[in-house]
């Protein structure tokens, strides 16, 4: 393994959505038995995005109490990952930056790889820091997750921002060397520029998830990585929760390995819960259920957790953190529980609005109807620009 140098996660903090649909609402509408939903994926509810919010405002509100609680003067760059882009050509993270009033001695730089995209971006941001140890880097992860109405995909929809500080001597998780990687050039997902919803064969892109993990996990043996007997726990990108179930079975079985219920429960039974709430956050899942095994496990001091980032296409990556003494008293685990807690239950009705709902494209001056209680808004939209304002 490669020399230690202390750098990984320093803060993380996550944003979601205004609005919430329980899946009982969905399983009303569609004649499910909620069991599917509840036990078969995984998922209780998912978060849904009001007229006015998006990925920036939901990043600007996952980075603004880092930003709060360090200042940003020693960040001097942020990388901000999604699928669910608002513009071709500028990032999303120059909005942001903008309304977190950062110094304009940064850089700012969108990334996009599906639902890898932030592990990129975290990545990228420790060889930063690995070159100049006073920089921070702000990686923000931010998607809105849809799918087509009445498809086996919509209950999976969801969204949510998780926004880390990246830094030497981290106080939540340093992340090791080395790292097991996997490409393949596949369409198991994909969303076109010219649709609002993405593409999916289910069940396709859940082998094409299985057989990436294995060929990461190859590659990080091969990589002279831990064995899999050392990790404390295990965090895997969610789709939906019971992915990460289907995920950790394959791996204890194909490295010959117990893989019965409380062997599973066990190893990624705290890395659920916010997942199970929020639905499909992409790029941001992983790093939700990161915070949900921080915040709702027993002391991890010192432990390693082995972290599994999937974007469908497909690149993922094997990698490991430990868990740095101290870690508690920098966790946000209120604020957490006060985002999932506070969205307002939208009915079938309201949800199938919403959906559908899409910004004018004649480049005229229109208000965004406010809708959200967050800290950030789209404004309005005017010559083709989006306006942002903090509400
Ligand atoms: N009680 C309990 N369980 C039930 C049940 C009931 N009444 N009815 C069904 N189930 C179970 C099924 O047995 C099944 O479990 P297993 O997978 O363990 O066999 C589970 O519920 C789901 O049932 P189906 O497979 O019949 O469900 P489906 O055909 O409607 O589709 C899905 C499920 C493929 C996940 C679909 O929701 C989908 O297409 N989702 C989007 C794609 C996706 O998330 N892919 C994941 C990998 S790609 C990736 O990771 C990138 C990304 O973020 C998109």
Redesign the pocket.
């Known amino acids: 393994m490669a020399a230690d140098l202390a750098i990984g996660i320093h803060d993380l903090s996550f944003a979601t959505t205004e609005f919430v649909l329980p899946h009982t609402t969905l399983a009303a509408h569609n004649g499910t038995?909620i069991?599917?939903y509840h036990?078969?994926?995984g998922l209780r509810s998912m978060s849904v995005p009001a007229a006015d919010e998006d990925i920036v405002t939901m990043g600007a509100a996952a980075a603004a109490p880092i930003v709060a609680r360090h200042g940003s003067d020693q960040i001097r760059t942020v990388v901000l990952a999604t699928e669910s882009s608002v513009d071709q050509s500028k990032s999303a993270g120059v909005y942001v930056h903008s309304l977190l009033g950062m110094p304009s001695s940064t850089r700012v730089v969108e990334l996009k790889q599906?639902?890898y995209g932030a592990t990129a971006g975290l990545q990228f941001a420790a060889g930063l820091v690995h070159r100049d140890r006073t920089q921070r880097v702000l990686v923000i992860a931010s998607d809105v997750?849809k799918?087509e109405l009445d498809s086996?995909?919509e209950?999976?929809q969801g969204a949510a921002a998780a926004a880390m500080l990246v830094s030497a001597d981290p106080a939540l998780v340093r992340i090791e060397e080395p790292s097991g990687l996997f490409t393949a050039d596949i369409m198991?997902?994909w969303r076109p520029n010219y649709l609002p919803t993405?593409l999916?064969d289910?069940?396709d892109?859940?082998a094409?998830?299985l057989q990436a993990l294995e060929g990461a996990w190859k590659d990080y043996t091969e990589q002279g990585g831990r064995a899999l007997e050392e990790f404390r726990a295990f965090c895997y990108?969610q789709?939906?929760p019971?992915?990460a179930t289907?995920a950790h079975r394959q791996l204890l079985r194909s490295s010959g390995h117990d893989s019965d219920d409380s062997r599973v429960l066990r190893d990624i039974g705290h890395t659920t819960d916010y997942n199970a709430a929020v639905g499909?956050s992409?790029t941001a899942?992983m790093y939700l259920g990161l915070a949900s095994l921080l915040e709702s496990a027993d002391d991890l001091t010192g432990q390693p957790i082995g972290l599994f980032s999937?974007?469908?296409g497909s690149v993922a990556e094997f990698f490991a953190g430990t868990v740095v003494p101290g870690y508690r008293a920098h966790l946000r685990a209120a604020a957490h529980q006060e985002a999932i807690a506070r969205r307002r239950p939208v009915d079938y009705a309201r949800y199938r609005e919403l959906h559908g709902l899409s910004l004018p494209e004649d480049g005229g001056d229109h208000a965004v109807p406010p809708q959200t209680g967050g800290p950030y808004r789209l404004a309005a939209l005017s010559g083709h620009k989006r306006i942002y304002q903090p509400r």
Do not use: E, L, R, W
Request: aromatic content about 16%.
């Open positions: 038995d069991g599917k036990v078969g994926i599906a639902c997750s799918y086996p995909g209950p999976t198991d997902f993405a999916v289910g069940q892109s859940i094409a998830y990108h789709p939906f019971k992915m289907k499909n992409y899942s999937y974007g469908s």
